[in-house]
């Protein structure tokens, strides 16, 4: 996906993991995450809540730190 970024000239690409996100900014590529995209998508008013796909994610086994969590629902103005 990195490579297909930089083909392409995007100036941003979705990563959640570290090494991932480490390559992309050696190549000036913008970042942003799974949480960043549901954030934008609840102020274009495409989802009406984060916190339900948040808890998805976590039982799918998907890694948030607490303090991530909280973060997203406070920027979600969910908490």
């Known amino acids: 996906m990195i490579q297909t970024a930089i083909d392409k000239d995007l100036k941003i690409v979705c990563i ?7 390559y992309a900014r050696l190549h000036n590529l913008s970042l942003t ?3 960043g995209i549901l954030l934008a998508a609840k102020k274009n008013g495409i989802i009406t809540d ?9 039982s ?5 730190s607490d303090t991530l969590y909280n973060k997203i629902l406070e920027l ?3 908490k």
């Open 33 to 35: 995450g799974s949480c």
């Open 76 to 78: 979600s103005n969910e």
């Open 60 to 64: 799918h086994g998907i890694w948030l």
């Open 50 to 58: 984060v916190s339900g796909p948040l808890k998805k994610m976590k």
């Open 16 to 22: 959640d993991e570290t090494a991932g996100r480490r």
